[in-house]
């Protein structure tokens, strides 16, 4: 394994520690999220389960690369759509006019 491969194995390491947070912050109500968030981090959580032998032990030269871009665009998805739902979830400002 050169290191290349290894730096991309930690930072897929790194996103599924991410995707977990924001799970358990979901999970514990810290963070509102529509089933649409719901949805996409379960479609996340698939295919980092799917896929982690692939990570472990990759076929071909360049898998965990293009495992790790898939990973970080549905982890990316479903961040993007946990911060809408927060921010519609929110409360508006109450700012004195000016």
Do not use: C, W, Y
Request: proline content about 7%; hydrophobic content about 45%; overall charge negative.
């Amino acid at each position: 394994m050169d290191f290349d491969e290894t730096e991309m194995r930690e930072a897929v390491r790194e996103l599924a520690g991410a995707l977990e947070t924001m799970l358990n912050l979901v999970k514990a109500d810290a963070l509102p999220a529509t089933p649409e968030a719901h949805r996409l981090m379960r479609e996340a959580m698939a295919f980092l389960d799917e896929s982690s032998d692939r990570i472990s032990a990759p076929d071909r030269p360049g898998e965990v690369l293009d495992l790790a871009k898939t990973l970080n665009g549905l982890v990316t998805s479903a961040r993007e759509q946990i911060l809408a739902d927060t921010v519609a979830a929110s409360p508006v400002p109450d700012h004195p006019d000016i």
